[in-house]
């Protein structure tokens, strides 16, 4: 089937398939890669992926010769900084994913988990399922020295699969090309973690903490409708 009528059917079933907004600054088709370039994604379980991110991903974007705009230099992270810029942007992905700005606390992708795989690896026992050489659009990072992290999640959405995670920055955005971070490896999903944990149950959401009526054992919600109902009637009556 042509990619581009793939991905247009695609998007009148969103639970099988999520799409992004693609900036045209990376210069390649969007919709073009939105159809071949794929990662599947598994609600409900442990997520597991491997990804690689350039040396600075995470640091300070400076002026070389302030004021002047350009050209700028990035620091380099630490290695806490790196982890945790890492995290942070699996949670903006599913932002992107699920068309939502949800906080780090609210977001899909729960009890995230990145290891920096210089300092172990937990991905011998993993199965691998795909990796990004699968992608029509060849994804490269920007920088020679690449940093690599394993990654463990649990997905609460629905969706089944959804663009490449790659990330260009906040000018070329969801870009394969010379991207500052993305997903190499997608493995087989896991009902437990790498130390053996079951997924854990979702976190109440700020909805349920607002519902006075959440922990009733009767439809009070409805009971109060129908009050007002028959004050309605009864001054009309009048």
């Known amino acids: 089937m042509n990619p581009v009528l793939a991905a247009r059917q695609r998007s009148r079933f969103p639970k099988t398939g999520a799409d992004v907004s693609l ?6 088709d969007p919709v073009l890669f939105q159809a071949g370039c794929r990662a599947p994604i598994f609600p409900g379980k442990w997520n597991r992926w491997v990804v690689a991110a350039s040396e600075t991903f995470g640091g300070i974007t400076m002026p070389l010769f302030p004021p002047a705009p350009t050209p700028t230099v990035t ?17 903006r ?33 993993w199965k691998p399922l795909v990796d990004w050489s699968r ?25 089944n699969d959804a663009p490449w995670p790659t990330w260009a920055g906040a ?4 870009c394969p090309v010379d991207a500052s971070i993305a ?6 999903p896991s009902a437990v973690d790498s130390q053996g944990q079951p997924v854990p149950p979702p976190k ?5 903490r607002l519902n006075p009526f959440k922990d009733a054992k009767m439809p009070w919600g409805w009971i109060l409708l129908g009050g007002l109902g028959i004050v309605a009637i009864t001054r009309v009556v009048k």
Not at 137 to 159: H, K, M, N, P, W
Not at 171 to 174: D, E, K, L, N, V
Not at 204 to 208: G, I, N, Q, Y
């Open 135 to 159: 992608c029509s659009t060849a994804i490269t990072i920007e920088e020679d020295i690449q940093v690599l992290y394993s990654i463990e999640f649990v997905y609460r959405g629905q969706f």
């Open 23 to 28: 900036d045209l600054s990376c210069q390649i």
């Open 93 to 125: 992905w599913f932002n992107k994913i699920e068309g939502v700005e949800y906080t780090f606390d609210d977001c899909p992708a729960t009890n995230i988990v990145v290891t920096p795989l210089a300092q172990r690896d937990p991905t011998a026992a």
């Open 171 to 174: 000018i070329r955005g969801w």
């Open 183 to 188: 997903v190499m490896q997608v493995y087989e």
């Open 75 to 91: 620091s380099k992270p630490s290695v806490p900084e790196q982890t945790q810029a890492v995290a942070e942007r699996v949670c």
């Open 204 to 208: 109440e959401s700020l909805v349920d």
